[in-house]
């Protein structure tokens, strides 16, 4: 097998990088759009209780339906491609950054936000210079969920022509070639290793001001 490997590797490495920056770019598109949801949506919910069963519940419901069923169903509505596999992986990533961004927020301690009303912060300057440096640690953290969730999940976006890493393993499967499941699954596991890393280090530049108060 190891022949395999290394003769896949040898005169595919080509085809490898292309499906690779496919797999990329399909995971960045969907954790942004759902960041871009979630984060909003989060801290409107983190208001109150009602608010966030309202936001909360329909995304947790989606949750539950596994990604490649969403896949299928969105087929006869936007058909096959690069489209229905971003938006099957974007619900699949809004709960966990909805969730997070609703604890952010809620764990900001009211003496903190007092202070800075009684210093002459307006609401506005509250929120942006108080609560959100707060709630970052935990958004992040659901960001960094959803990330490698989103990266695992985009594997089945090559059921209908997506692209990506996920050629190799469906080709594997269809071929009944163990070398080609091999190097799918391990290049999976490294991209998402080294997202998660490289979101490991951003994050700890963007809160490197938690280190100083420490």
């Known amino acids: 097998m190891w022949n395999d490997l290394a003769g896949y590797l040898q005169d595919n490495w080509q085809d490898i990088l292309v499906q690779l920056q496919d797999h990329l770019l399909i995971s960045l598109c969907a954790l942004v759009v759902a960041c871009l949801i979630g984060i909003p949506l989060g801290y409107f919910a983190s208001k109150s209780d009602k608010s966030e069963r309202l936001l909360t519940v ?10 490649l069923a969403i896949l299928v169903l969105l087929i006869p509505i936007m058909g096959t491609g690069v489209l229905p596999a971003v938006v099957a992986l974007t619900i699949l990533a809004v709960p966990p950054v909805l969730l997070n961004t609703i604890a952010g927020f809620r764990q900001v301690p ?37 990330l490698v969730e989103v990266i695992a999940s985009a594997t089945l ?3 209908i022509g997506a692209g990506g890493l996920g050629e190799i393993v469906f080709t594997g499967l269809g071929l009944n070639r163990a070398d080609l499941l091999v190097i799918g699954g391990v290049l999976i ?7 998660g890393f490289l979101f490991d280090l951003m994050t ?3 809160l490197r001001y938690k280190k100083a108060v420490a």
């Open 58 to 67: 329909p995304f947790q419901m989606l949750r539950v339906v596994p990604s």
């Open 157 to 159: 976006a090559a059921k």
């Open 189 to 195: 596991a490294l991209l998402s290793l080294g997202c």
């Open 204 to 206: 700890g530049y963007v």
């Open 110 to 146: 009211d003496f903190m936000t007092e202070c800075g009303r009684g210093i002459g912060l307006t609401e506005r300057q509250v929120l942006w210079k108080v609560r959100v440096p707060l709630a970052l640690p935990l958004i992040f953290a659901g960001v960094r969920t959803a």
